[in-house]
């Protein structure tokens, strides 16, 4: 343990700012109370609380109210009908200060106890939440939405003895209990998941009530779920941003973490939920291997993946026949994301011999995609794609997203754009409630709308868990 420096005592000199006089701290009413400064009043007139110490206090008035210096009168500091103080003050300065008149007021036999009005400040603030909020959550929160989670809450926790036994077992003998509670919990979870879906779609236009139903959400069904690591990890973000390449590496390595046997269930219950994650880098990752392996032609391949996260569909794409020279440009404003996409690819590039190379690019898209500087960072290229950004952007966004991108296409190349589809039962409980995860879901005519006006030929497929569309449009010959 590292222990920290100190002085011999010739060497405490005091204050040693020329100042030998001892006064109390003064603290400034906002940074004592602040989030709410309690009201003052001396002889019915209201003041605005300056800042305090435990002697006095300083207070703001009107001009033509203030009180002359030398009076004595009660002072109440109070919260609405909540007195945190009561005294006897007196006046002792007066001075002119912006609009009004700064008192200075000294506690005749009295003292402000600072730990006790912090406490008041604590209490009213406490007051003021739990009330309110519990009317806002009977009045917004819908009945059918409460029992659901309620449902939720109890299913998952009755598979918990199931697996107490786990921690006598080996490896192979707790992953096939697992197996077992898993499939006979899957069904019943996945329907209740869709029922809560399908109140959400109710409540979603309304801003306010999506909000309360979120906090209820996160105070009663979230900490539940802080076992599995992928929800833990979800809910978290620890790199400050959601869905980050760890949160997808989950979904593509499927392997059984948590600390507990019912935490990797309950991890496996996130993992199932992101199945769409690894369906659409099985999609994108085919997309490129077709071209990868096309014997058609010997032209080299340029591909730009913008917000590659961990390049899975690259690694996986490599691993299957390369017959064209390829460069990849992976684009990512996080370079943890660059160091694993690189880590993973380098040593796959030095098996293919040259075949393959891989750049990166540590930058926002939206660099990328000014006219001015895409031109200096990539030349026109084969193809580009975008998995897990255009779900956050807005449509007029990721139009002028899809525009840029377009234009940086050779000819007959293709731009290839993921996006959450919106369905009434497409996970939006668990990622944006549970997990505070919130996504922009599109119909397929808002795909199709990303492509309108750019002169390409498009298509919006589908992948197998119907919770992606991708939109592949190609720019003509
Ligand atoms: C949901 S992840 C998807 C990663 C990867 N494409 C995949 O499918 O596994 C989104 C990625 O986009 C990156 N990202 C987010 N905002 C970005 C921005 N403004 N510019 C570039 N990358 C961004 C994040 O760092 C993250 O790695």
Request: charged share 25%; net charge negative; proline share 5%.
């Amino acid at each position: 343990m590292k222990r920290t420096e100190y002085k011999v005592y010739e060497d405490l000199n005091g204050a040693g700012d020329g100042r030998i006089r001892y006064r109390s701290p003064r603290f400034g009413a906002r940074d004592l109370f602040p989030i709410e400064t309690p009201s003052v009043t001396m002889m019915n007139v209201d003041f605005n609380l300056q800042d305090l110490s435990m002697t006095g206090l300083a207070i703001l008035g009107a001009n033509d109210n203030v009180l002359e210096v030398g009076t004595t009168a009660p002072l109440v500091m109070r919260y609405g009908a909540r007195t945190i103080f009561e005294g006897q003050g007196r006046i002792v300065r007066s001075e002119h200060h912006g609009g009004g008149t700064k008192l200075g007021v000294c506690l005749d036999g009295d003292y402000l106890d600072i730990p006790r009005l912090r406490e008041g400040h604590r209490e009213h603030l406490i007051s003021r939440q739990i009330v309110p909020q519990r009317l806002r959550t009977m009045r917004m929160v819908p009945d059918a939405y409460r029992r659901a989670c309620a449902d939720a809450l109890d299913l998952v926790r009755s598979c918990e003895p199931f697996l107490a036994e786990a921690s006598e077992m080996s490896r192979d003998e707790e992953k096939a209990l697992i197996d077992t509670v898993e499939a006979e919990l899957t069904p019943l979870w996945m329907e209740l998941c869709h029922e809560i879906d399908t109140v959400l779609s109710d409540v979603r236009a309304d801003t306010e009530a999506m909000a309360t139903l979120k906090q209820y959400t996160e105070r009663v069904v979230t900490p539940e779920f802080m076992i599995g690591p992928i929800w833990k990890r979800a809910y978290m973000k620890p790199l400050g941003y959601p869905g980050d390449f760890g949160v997808m590496d989950y979904a593509y390595n499927r392997r059984d973490v948590g600390s507990t046997a019912y935490g990797r269930l309950i991890h496996r219950l996130g993992v199932a939920s992101l199945d769409c994650v690894e369906t659409r880098m099985v999609m994108m990752r085919d997309i490129l291997s077709e071209e990868m392996s096309n014997t058609d032609t010997s032209a080299p391949l340029s591909i730009t993946s913008v917000g590659c996260g961990s390049s899975e569909e690259v690694r996986q794409a490599l691993r299957l026949p390369v017959m064209r020279p390829t460069h990849f440009t992976l684009v990512d404003q996080d370079d943890r994301a660059l160091n694993v996409s690189f880590e993973r690819l380098h040593p796959e590039t030095l098996r293919l011999s040259d075949t393959v190379a891989v750049d990166c690019l540590q930058t926002g898209f939206q660099r990328l995609v000014d006219p001015s500087s895409i031109g200096q960072l990539i030349p026109p290229q084969d193809i580009i794609y975008s998995l897990g950004i255009p779900d956050y952007l807005k449509q007029s966004r990721a139009k002028r997203f899809c525009r840029s991108l377009f234009r940086q296409l050779k000819p007959n190349g293709r731009l290839v754009i993921a996006n959450v589809q919106d369905l009434p039962d497409n996970g939006r409980w668990r990622a944006e409630c549970i997990s505070d995860w919130t996504l922009l879901y599109r119909t397929r005519d808002q795909m199709a709308d990303l492509a309108s006006g750019l002169g390409g030929t498009f298509e919006v497929l589908e992948d197998e868990t119907r919770n992606v569309l991708m939109l592949s449009i190609r720019k003509p010959a």
